[in-house]
């Protein structure tokens, strides 16, 4: 489990400015504004004792999500990532108390998710003992797989959770504030914009669950989880800006709570992969061909 904040061990690195990270000795690092996704951990040098992996090179590492707990690098000796294929990876399991001897994660505020940690991480001759080894040699990359398939459906749930709060707020306000003479659920658009609210709800709930189903029963579900993500995370940003719209300038208000939702659906598109990313595995599971 992660340390409180308050209990994490002080870190050798200092950020005096929101796009530049201080090292131990005073060396700049490259912050997220300029560390490319493809660029993460590139030239991260793995060397492997019976008793300890060491990260002997810099490496770094934009939008890790909970960067203090897992991250997957590469178990042989003298392995550099991510060029070669990652056949003989390892999961490491990393704390707060790591910050001391080389793990610096420099949190990075986001749009919405704010009960969530979001970091560039930063590697400096990180010496990890091997009980924190999660897997066993080239078990790794297959166990990270495994888990993006209940991952995904699991962040489609949350923006599902998002979303049918957006509707049944919607429902109540168009039932109780009247315009024209009338409640607001008595204009056709505004039964329109439900019904079509309602749909998507139902419908990102169901692919969700029926990933989660072949998932608990060892089915491989590469492509439903997927389609899952993809579809719940949009279907709950169309519902939650549906939602602001039927509130009119009270789902702008951040005193009624709409546009947290709305941030936080839109949030829910990023994480296991980006909507594009799930397309390409959808249509690489109908076709049998990688597009990536």
């Known amino acids: 489990m992660l340390a409180d904040k308050a209990d994490a061990q002080p870190s050798p690195y200092s950020f005096p400015h929101d796009d530049q990270v201080v090292g131990p000795e005073g060396k700049v690092l490259p912050s997220c504004r300029d560390t490319p996704r493809s660029e993460a951990f590139q030239g991260l040098v793995v060397a492997v004792t019976p008793n300890e992996m060491v990260l002997e090179q810099v490496g770094r590492l934009a939008w890790h999500t909970t960067p203090t707990q897992v991250i997957l690098v590469g178990a042989g000796p003298e392995r550099y990532l991510p060029d070669p294929p990652c056949n003989d990876c390892s999961l490491l399991g990393l704390d707060h108390a790591h910050r001391d001897i080389g793990l610096a994660p420099r949190e990075i505020e986001t749009l919405g998710w704010k009960a969530t940690s979001t970091a560039q991480l930063h590697i400096d001759s990180l010496a990890v003992p091997a009980a924190h080894r999660l897997t066993q040699g080239g078990q790794g990359l297959k166990t990270f797989a495994t888990l993006f398939a209940a991952a995904r459906p699991l962040v489609g749930l949350c923006a599902v959770g998002a979303a049918r709060t957006a509707l049944e707020r919607s429902i109540d306000y168009a039932r109780t504030c009247i315009q024209h003479g009338k409640p ?42 997927a389609m899952a993500k993809v579809f719940a995370t ?11 719209q039927i509130h009119g300038s009270n789902g702008i208000a951040v005193d009624t709570g709409i546009e947290r939702l709305l941030r936080n659906a839109r949030m829910a598109t990023m994480p296991e992969g980006t909507s594009e990313m799930q397309r390409l595995i959808i249509g690489r599971g109908l076709t049998g061909v990688s597009a990536f």
Not at 234 to 244: G, H, Q
Request: proline fraction near 0%; hydrophobic fraction near 50%; glycine fraction near 4%.
């Open 184 to 225: 607001l659920a008595g204009h056709q658009l505004i039964q329109d914009k439900l019904a079509r609210m309602a749909c998507d709800v139902d419908s990102a709930r169901l692919l969700c669950w029926r990933a989660l189903a072949m998932v608990d029963s060892g089915q491989r579900a590469e492509a439903e989880a």
């Open 234 to 244: 949009e279907a709950a940003v169309r519902v939650t800006s549906e939602a602001i």
